[in-house]
């Protein structure tokens, strides 16, 4: 699943990289995809609503096993 799920964040990513953004996989734990947006969508107000209204979409569309997709928690070198 890990190669199915880059794959469809190589395509997000082209549009993050846009609005001078990024995003990384994190984890995939139970279906549940953990992400981490770099770059200005890291600090970004709407980040939440990028990564649930964007990311988890299609991802689900792309792969019907995602359940749901998480921002990983800010870590202190940001």
Known sequence: ?????EA???KIRKGLKMDG????????ADNVVTVKLRGACAG????QMTIK?????ELKKAIPEVKKV???PIDDEE
């Open 8 to 10: 469809v964040l190589e």
């Open 44 to 47: 970004c107000p709407f980040s």
């Open 21 to 28: 953004g990024d995003i990384e996989l994190v984890d995939i």
């Open 70 to 72: 998480e921002a990983a």
């Open 1 to 5: 699943m890990r190669e199915k799920v």
């Open 53 to 57: 209204n964007f990311v988890e979409r």
